[in-house]
């Protein structure tokens, strides 16, 4: 390995190389194997750059960047299309909180729908959408008419409804306090119900194009959409439309959390626009990199151009930071979008118990019940190991950790 650098790279033969940024973190054969099969692709432009919250995913692997020559893969930005993070530092201090955070946390999941689709009613949506709701749904009526003229099966999804909703999983809302004890408010998502159905249709339309063109592929979730169809035009417009969904969606979330918590008679009132950070972890975007100009797919993945500002989560009960990039040319100007998960889901329901969260989770005010099980901490890489093996990405420069967390 070479010493002036803090990557590792995998070269076999006939394939593109992989420059993984996972020294000291798990890396594990699964996902090698899958980045293995993406690198065999003959658009891929100079590199693979992997990230060292890298875990195995659908299609593409979760903690990769994806250059590409004149086409797009659906799935490997997923059906999660602009799943992000957004934060505010607020002028309140830690002194300001109140002792009994659960009035706090009860207040914000009132303010903002989150949880699963139930049968015959959507817990996770609006019941009947609020003032704001609809006026900020009309910045995107006009591009989802155009998208669903062409694709109806798109039309009948949870779209305005999800707008300004947290959704389930991974997905959450913090109150965190930084090293100076200054109170910041974050959260995690992207384009909800409609987001899903736009990558689902695409990612499966891309598979039949294949299938017509008698193209060969090392998986067939790796089907692409060579720049010049219809259907590549088709899904560019589409998923430039779920990527300003998933950020018009954080925004409103955003001011629905600061009204729940000013709404609080213990709390002094503030002001939360100090710094605002608002950026997509899995996302497609035109970009110029060594020259030329390409299609940079993220999933799993921030953008870290020189004095750009990010934010890398850990889990529920470990540390979060917002960092700014350091315009590193190997990774696509990218890091690192969390910890990463260490294991699957089911592993992490058999695994652990509730008094295994209870303990990883104290001082935090959550659920602490068995539906969280799967996001217990322990279920993470290590935020530490993680940010220690891209130190030449980002720079650290504000270290949070939650007091509140609200999951889905």
């Not at 420059?19 to 973190?25: D, F, L, P």
């Not at 004149?70 to 300001?96: E, F, H, N, W, Y």
């Not at 592929?217 to 779920?242: I, K, M, R, S």
């Amino acid at each position: 390995m070479n010493a002036e650098r803090n990557y590792d790279v995998m070269h076999e033969d006939g394939q593109f190389p992989v420059k993984s940024w996972t020294q000291g973190v798990e890396f594990d054969n699964t996902a090698r194997a899958q980045l293995n099969h993406l690198a065999k692709l003959p658009f891929i432009h100079k590199w693979i750059a992997v990230m060292p919250d890298v875990h195995t995913g659908i299609g593409a692997t979760i903690g990769s960047v994806i250059p590409t020559h004149r086409a797009i893969i659906p799935a490997a930005v997923g059906v999660d299309i602009g799943c992000g993070m957004m934060a505010v530092q607020t002028s309140l201090k830690a002194s300001d909180l109140p002792d009994d955070l659960k009035t706090i946390r009860a207040s914000i999941e009132k303010a903002v729908p989150h949880g699963f689709a139930m049968k015959g009613r959507d817990r996770g949506g609006w019941g009947c959408p609020t003032d704001r709701i609809v006026e900020a749904w009309k910045q995107l009526e006009p591009g989802f008419r155009a998208i669903t003229e062409k694709h109806p099966v798109i039309k009948n999804t949870n779209n305005v409804v999800h707008l300004g909703t947290l959704g389930t999983g991974n997905h959450f809302i913090e109150i965190c306090l930084d090293e100076s004890d200054q109170v910041w408010f974050m959260l995690h998502s992207g384009s909800r119900g409609v987001g899903n159905r736009i990558g689902r249709h695409f990612i499966e339309m891309a598979r039949k194009d294949m299938e017509r063109w008698f193209i060969n592929l090392p998986n067939a979730d790796l089907a692409y959409f060579p720049e010049g169809t219809d259907h590549f035009d088709d899904y560019v417009q589409a998923v430039d439309w779920a990527q300003r969904f998933a950020a018009l969606n954080r925004e409103v979330m955003m001011e629905a959390v600061i009204r729940a918590v000013s709404s609080n008679e213990k709390i002094p009132p503030f002001k939360a626009n100090v710094a605002v950070v608002n950026c997509h972890h899995n996302y497609v975007a035109r970009e110029s990199h060594f020259g030329q100009n390409v299609f940079v797919t993220r999933k799993g993945a921030v953008r870290a151009r020189e004095g750009d500002l990010g934010i890398i989560p850990g889990s529920m009960g470990t540390r979060s930071y917002i960092v700014r990039g350091k315009g590193n040319n190997e990774s696509f100007h990218s890091c690192s979008h969390g910890a990463g998960r260490a294991m699957s889901r089911t592993e992490a329901k058999r695994r652990f118990t509730l008094e295994d969260h209870a303990r990883a989770t104290e001082g935090v005010e959550c659920r602490k019940d068995v539906s969280v099980i799967d996001e217990t901490p322990a279920a993470y890489k290590s935020i530490d190991a993680v940010m220690e093996a891209q130190k030449d990405l980002v720079d650290i420069v504000h270290t949070l950790k939650q007091v509140v967390c609200v999951k889905g």
